[in-house]
């Protein structure tokens, strides 16, 4: 059944037909808000289009947005960069900030970050909110502009004070670390605060993290576990990551293994490679979960192919001992090796032992005595001792 036209509908449609631009504008955002009649995006492109080929300032912006989002017409960033380049030219604000956007992102146009800040500070001179905490943004890590934290701290602190989230948390992150403006973490929580009321989930683990160490508020790990657990819900791999830490060692709450998979499970699956680790530990020490050593491989070999030197030599060590897949000293070398370059002791001490033994590969005390050397450097006690052995006995070395 077809929705009835009211009145106001029907004269700015006879209005618009009439070639009136102010008219042609106002009938495209009833047809694109469904006001007095059906929502249609295809009309209200048509009668956009039709103001806007005659100067209308509004209609331009809105056929940017309909490009851009793809409503009415096939989405392309290239005409949506179009028709905002035209509002923007007669001054809309609101234009030019998204105009900023794109070249910033560079959708429909080439990447620029000049142009980015260009089209902004346009647009954050006129008060526009958004345009000045993207302006803070370009500002705070030198992209387009050099790098200024005054300058950043400048524009957050006017779009926070427009309510505008990612400025509020941004001015949280000054104030944490005193970039730009005097170190305060009070200052920090008041603008974290604000931020995490309106479901910035930054705002809310980095919120959670002051409560949790006590930094500008009163310790409260009851808050600090609110806070988590709103960034959690959200996704926040990190969030998730210190529940599962602090379910698991009990600090704040009772301690909890289930509780704590939960969460390292959630952060795991994200990629957090710490949780990978420690979901992994779970598994090895049947902890919360039953035991499972090959279980407790797979999240060891997961952190360890990105990178994590403490994966590594958890990964080492399953191949070493044949916990969760077929042992392999030479598999052993191969994990323990890259966690040793990234300076672990563990890695390192185990090296030596394995050279000093000749497992994995030819027994060669220079290389061993290299690696005890580099983990009794850092205080690795059973590297210290199988040093000072090596040194009193001469293997491979001088007295």
């Not at 955002?29 to 005659?54: F, I, P, S």
């Not at 030019?96 to 346009?122: F, P, R, T």
């Not at 379910?247 to 704040?252: I, L, R």
Request: charged share 20%.
């Amino acid at each position: 059944m077809e929705t009835k036209k009211s009145d106001k509908f029907l004269s700015t449609l006879e209005a618009a037909r009439k070639g009136n631009a102010d008219a042609q504008f106002a009938l495209g955002v009833m047809y694109e808000d469904g006001e007095g009649t059906e929502q249609n995006y295809v009309e209200a492109y048509k009668y956009y289009r039709l103001a806007a080929e005659q100067g209308n300032i509004d209609a331009q912006f809105n056929l940017g947005l309909l490009y851009s989002e793809g409503y009415g017409v096939e989405q392309n960033y290239e005409k949506a960069a179009e028709y905002y380049a035209a509002a923007a030219a007669q001054g809309d604000a609101s234009a030019q900030c998204n105009l900023g956007i794109l070249y910033s992102d560079g959708y429909g146009v080439e990447q620029n970050y000049e142009k980015a800040a260009k089209y902004y500070s346009a647009a954050a001179a006129q008060g526009n909110a958004n345009a000045q905490s993207n302006l803070g943004i370009l500002y705070e890590d030198g992209y387009g502009v050099e790098q200024n934290y005054e300058k950043a701290a400048e524009y957050y602190l006017a779009a926070a004070a427009q309510g505008v989230d990612i400025a509020q948390s941004k001015l949280g992150f000054l104030y944490y670390n005193g970039y730009g403006v005097e170190q305060n973490y009070e200052k920090a929580v008041e603008y974290y605060s604000a931020a995490a009321a309106q479901g910035d989930v930054t705002a809310q683990y980095n919120l959670a993290n002051l409560y949790y160490y006590g930094k500008g508020v009163e310790q409260n790990y009851t808050k600090s576990i609110e806070y988590y657990q709103l960034a959690a819900q959200q996704g926040n791999s990190k969030a998730q990551f210190t529940l599962g830490y602090i379910y698991k060692t009990g600090e704040g709450v009772a301690q909890d293994y289930a509780e704590a998979y939960k969460y390292y499970k959630l952060a795991a699956e994200q990629g957090n490679s710490d949780a990978q680790i420690n979901l992994g530990i779970l598994y090895e020490n049947g902890d919360g979960v039953e035991q499972n050593y090959a279980k407790a491989f797979e999240y060891y070999l997961a952190a360890a192919e990105q990178g994590n030197p403490i994966a590594q030599y958890y990964a080492g060590s399953m191949y070493y001992y044949g916990k969760g897949v077929e042992q392999s000293f030479i598999k052993s070398l191969e994990y323990y090796k890259p966690a040793a370059e990234q300076g672990n002791s563990d890695a390192q001490f185990a090296l030596g032992f394995m050279y000093i033994n000749g497992e994995g590969a030819e027994q060669n005390y220079a290389e061993a005595y290299e690696y005890f050397n580099l983990a009794a450097e850092q205080g690795h006690s059973g590297a210290q001792h199988n040093l000072e052995l090596m040194q009193e006995n001469g293997f491979g070395i001088k007295k």
